[in-house]
């Protein structure tokens, strides 16, 4: 059974940093197309970041310039850094991972084609 454990969530004031980690198990499940989503409370969930089997990523409009999504492929680990923090930013983090081969921004769209998905870790930012 594939199980994906993000990590890295807390509490930080606007303007500060958070680096979360998303381990990917059992550690010889390969991955070809990750992403990051996050959701509010009352609110849709929305695509942040991801990363093909290429390592190019696509990140949202509302995350671009701050975000960066990267990819671990020795430790099977996903990570999204996020600078310059805001309180909209506020949310339960999620990674998802799929072995399908998709390219570009299209998981930011259609989240159904992530196979597996994790717990989620809290992010909260305030002003």
């Known amino acids: 059974q594939v199980q994906l454990t993000e990590s890295g969530g807390g509490s930080v004031q606007a303007g500060g940093s958070l680096r979360l980690s998303c381990a990917v198990s059992p550690y010889t499940y390969s991955t070809n197309y990750m992403g990051w989503f996050r959701q509010a409370p009352g609110k849709e969930r929305e695509g942040v970041a991801t990363?093909?089997?290429?390592?190019?990523?696509s990140n949202a409009d509302s995350v671009k310039g701050r975000f960066t999504v990267s990819q671990d492929n020795a430790k099977n680990t996903l990570y999204l850094q996020m600078n310059s923090l805001k309180p909209e930013d506020t949310a339960m983090y999620y990674c998802?991972?799929?072995?399908?081969?998709?390219?570009?921004?299209?998981?930011?769209?259609?989240?159904?084609?992530?196979?597996?998905w994790g717990q989620g870790t809290q992010v909260t930012v305030s002003s």
């Open positions: 990363i093909d089997s290429n390592g190019r990523t």
């Open positions: 998802a991972a799929t072995r399908k081969f998709y390219y570009s921004d299209y998981g930011l769209r259609h989240p159904r084609i992530f196979d597996y």
